[in-house]
Nanobody
Framework: VQLQASGGGLVQAGGSLRLSCAAS????????MGWFRQPPGKEREFVAA???????TYADSVKGRFAISRDDAKKMVYLQMTNVKPEDTAVYYC?????????????WGQGTQVTVSS
């Protein structure tokens, strides 16, 4: 499966942004999907994931603020970001786990930059 992330940009603290990830190839509905991010000068970190059965997990730092969802008919996965903070500034990546769960991400899209101004 090939992944293409989009929707990044500049947003003020407290604002909202929705990231999208379009998939092509593969059988999207059987994949687990995830969002990761890499802040400036730091390692890549987990943000959120959703299994083939729509089970969701979140990093503690984004719980209650971010929501992951998927639309299997459109082969899309989304990350709705609300009440964003400057520490959410990062390059965001979507990824796919072919097992359908969210432990073995093998396919990665290019990143989309999110910058939160204070």
């Amino acid at each position: 499966v090939q992944l293409q992330a989009s929707g990044g940009g500049l947003v003020q603290a407290g604002g909202s942004l929705r990231l999208s990830c379009a998939a092509s190839g593969g059988t999207f509905s059987t994949y687990g999907m995830g969002w990761f991010r890499q802040p400036p000068g730091k390692e890549r970190e987990f943000v959120a994931a959703i299994t083939w059965a729509a089970g969701r997990t979140y990093a503690d730092s984004v719980k209650g603020r971010f929501a992951i969802s998927r639309d299997d008919a459109k082969k899309m996965v989304y990350l709705q970001m609300t009440n964003v903070k400057p520490e959410d500034t990062a390059v965001y990546y979507c990824a796919a786990d072919p097992t359908g769960w969210t432990r073995r991400f093998e396919n990665w899209g290019q990143g989309t930059q999110v910058t939160v101004s204070s």
